[in-house]
């Protein structure tokens, strides 16, 4: 009889799968929590504060899909990792305002080039609309 208890208690625990968990720790974000060896794990980095940009994620990066990006995956490793999302800080700036003409109208045109830009970014469209919701300059 003992060896029969013995055999279903064991046929028992392979069933139910107790797969053995390991501790994420996301510092300055989310996605903490215990996770299976081989787990997709989502991880983003807390609300960037206004005078910084984000940087990149440090810690135990090996199986980090991108670095760079505030909101990346990983595949949890068979060990605990603890991550650490990192920002920079950033220098005041004054946000220009001008108008241009166009074809039948002055347009509105909010601009800032940094001392050593890395590339321009326009944002346009031809909708009569006002940068008003992204930019408070009235």
Known sequence: MKK????????LLAVTGHAQTFNLTV??????GN???????????EAIPEDAVFARWSGDIATMADVG?????LIMPGRNVALTANFRTIAPFTIQYETIKAVN???????YFP????GVIF?????NSKAEHWINLY
């Open 4 to 11: 029969h208890l013995l055999l279903l208690i064991v046929s």
């Open 27 to 32: 510092n300055n974000g989310y996605g903490s």
């Open 35 to 45: 996770y299976a060896a081989g787990d997709t794990v989502h991880v983003w980095c």
């Open 69 to 73: 990006e505030w909101h990346t995956t």
């Open 105 to 111: 109208n002055l347009k509105n045109v909010f601009y």
């Open 115 to 118: 001392p050593k830009p890395k």
């Open 123 to 127: 944002l346009a469209h031809g909708t």
